[in-house]
């Protein structure tokens, strides 16, 4: 196997970004060369995008993880988090709301109902 298709092969996060065309022709340059078969070469292209895509995969699994850490580590409040606290605030503004609604119902407005001072 040449130096190029074993640099190709070893460099992992590399292979993630490299389109299918490069490796196609990467590929055909080893059966010009005569380092591939040309029976072997389609088999070939199939590994290395293959293995393109697992390594692609294990890559954003990795960043994805990293991400998260350092989010929390900031305290920045996960998606879920914010999503309670919108549902807890529905809750509170529709209490509110039944709340105002009784007090309009009574004698008073809210603003006018205060405890008893007198001052003498």
Known sequence: MSDLLKKAISLGVGITVVSK?????????????????PSESKALVDRLIERGEEERSVFKSAIQEQVQRVLKDLNVPAKSDISALEER????????????????????????????????
């Not at 809750?91 to 039944?98: G, T």
């Open 89 to 120: 605030i529905a809750v509170l503004e529709q209490r509110l709301a039944e709340l105002e609604g009784l007090s309009r119902e009574g004698t008073q407005p809210v603003e006018e109902i205060a405890p008893d001072t007198h001052t003498d």
């Open 21 to 37: 065309e490069k490796v196609e022709k990467v590929v055909d340059e080893l059966v010009k060369r005569g380092e591939v078969a």
